[in-house]
């Protein structure tokens, strides 16, 4: 997730891949029949979470016309377009997993980790066109019907996207993942009691998984719940103390609360942990924008707005300080920059206490 100071961001949860399990269904037949030793050890290495390793044994399987012991027709093509899609090789994914279901048309899981490389490449259509395949096949498939959701999230559909997260926890009720993604659904229609409702759930699933607490508190933040934001950001804290994220966020939660010295701590922190974060750059240079350091808080815009010259509210704030530094010419132009970039940014830097 990409955190901005100035602003809470839409939290997505981009699991378009499924490629834990292969179902058995359609990949192993009722009963398998062992294969030579050699055979036997390349059918291992090719199912293997050893991607490097399970390409090259899909591989030779592949060029020897054998699949995996026990498997059926296309099993080897299938297990390396997973490999290939653990690296991330989404163009090489494509034909294999293409290839496993020439061969077994019933094979769900092929169109779901295919449908997951065209989402990777933004080939929305065709992904939604795999996804749907594999549901025709498996209905109630938790993770394909979060996928298709994801996909419905980034086309700007909402109520599509909530409805086939309703579909994922109706027939997974401890899935995670859903929990978050519909949450996140609910930020984007404004609704934030539903998204803190589904963030304590998947709090109560996992509550050692880090990124909860981050969102939950962002939420609590849009709420204006500064309070209950900082005591999220603690909790994550204690699982992951350097977390970047959390630091970042916390220290601007503890500049809204008017403490700038808690958040310069945290801040500092975040930037010896990433010196290059934009964010925690942007949030610092705000805290000492607050407290009347225009020397510091400009130094700090312009590294920020080197890494992403597009935040609007770091060459707002930046603007202020050079208008206030004598330099009226340059403070002027940050702030059109600004108003070019988002209309509204001095009614929202207003909110956050800048006049």
């Known amino acids: 997730m990409r955190v901005s100071w ?26 398998p029949t062992p294969g030579p030793q050699p055979q036997a050890e390349l059918g291992t290495s090719c199912q293997g979470s050893d991607a490097d390793a399970a390409i090259k044994a899909c591989t030779a399987l592949i060029d020897a016309k054998q699949e995996p012991p026990g498997m059926r027709a296309g099993s080897a093509h299938f297990f390396r377009g997973v490999a290939y899609l653990k690296k991330n090789e989404n163009d090489r994914a494509i034909p294999d997993l293409t290839e496993a279901i020439k061969q077994n048309p019933l094979n769900a899981n092929a169109r779901t980790n295919r449908g997951a490389a065209y989402a990777r490449k933004g080939q929305l259509d065709e992904a939604l066109s795999d996804f749907g ?5 498996r209905p109630d498939d938790a993770p394909t019907l979060l996928n298709r959701g994801n996909i419905y999230s980034v086309r700007n559909q909402p109520d599509a996207a909530i409805q086939e997260f309703d579909r994922a926890i109706a027939v997974a009720p401890k899935f995670v993942n859903a929990y978050v993604a519909r949450g996140a659904e609910y930020v984007r229609k404004g609704d934030v009691a539903r998204a803190i409702a589904d ?4 709090l109560t699933l996992a509550p050692r998984e880090v990124r909860l607490w981050l969102v939950r508190g ?3 933040v849009r709420k204006g719940d500064i309070a209950k934001a ?21 220290g601007f939660a503890h500049q809204q609360k008017g403490d700038s010295a808690k958040a310069l701590q945290d801040l500092n922190r975040a930037i010896t942990l990433a010196p290059q974060n934009a964010n925690a750059l942007g949030n610092r240079g705000f805290s000492y924008y607050m407290l009347g350091n225009y020397e510091r808080a400009i130094a700090d815009a312009n590294a920020a707005l080197k890494v992403d010259p597009k935040r609007a509210g770091t060459l707002y704030y930046r603007g202020l300080a050079r ?33």
């Open 323 to 355: 208008r206030r530094s004598k330099d009226v010419a340059g403070g002027d132009a940050d702030l059109a920059a600004a108003k070019a970039i988002q209309a509204d940014v001095a009614d929202m830097m207003a909110g956050f206490g800048v006049k």
């Open 6 to 31: 100035c602003r809470v961001p839409v939290v997505v949860a981009a699991v378009f891949v499924s490629i834990g399990a292969v179902s058995a269904s359609a990949q192993t037949p009722p009963t």
């Open 218 to 220: 962002l939420t609590y």
């Open 133 to 137: 395949a594999s549901l025709a096949v």
């Open 230 to 250: 900082l005591q999220d950001f603690d909790e994550g804290l204690r699982v992951a103390p350097d977390d970047v994220e959390l630091l970042t966020n916390r």
């Open 199 to 202: 963030y304590d759930q998947a």
